[in-house]
């Protein structure tokens, strides 16, 4: 499935950013979703990740009450909504899709192109 990462922008810290990704494909509601996030030279982190239905989500120590996962599969749009943001947020965020909920990228099969977040102190 090819997705589309887009949302991210400058915040100061302390703000809100929502990211979105979408599909012009039809298998959407079949697949588990996950965030990830990359800081250059840093290995790619998961972030959060929601099963294909939005009953189930999952998040890192380092964003847990402050983000969320969720979906709306009739737009075929995954959300992640980012409060009180902190410098260490800033990042290039992906999404991706796979068959099931994970914190391995290795178990996505397909991904977003990133989107940038940028976090002002």
């Known amino acids: 499935v090819q997705l589309q990462a887009s949302g991210g922008g400058l915040v100061q810290a302390g703000g809100s950013l929502r990211l979105s990704c979408t599909t012009p494909?039809?298998?959407?509601?079949?697949?588990?979703m996950g965030w990830f996030r990359q800081v250059p030279g840093q290995e790619r982190e998961w972030v959060a990740d929601i099963s294909w239905d939005g009953a189930n989500t999952g998040y890192s120590d380092p964003v847990k009450g402050r983000f969320t996962i969720s979906r709306n599969n009739p737009q075929k749009t995954l959300y992640l909504q980012m409060n009180s943001l902190k410098s260490e947020d800033a990042a290039v965020y992906y999404c991706?899709?796979?068959?099931?909920?994970?914190?391995?990228?290795?178990?996505?099969?397909?991904w977003g192109q990133g989107t940038q977040v940028t976090v002002s102190s």
């Open positions: 991706a899709a796979g068959a099931e909920r994970s914190r391995n990228e290795g178990d996505y099969e397909s």
């Open positions: 494909g039809r298998k959407w509601s079949r697949y588990a």
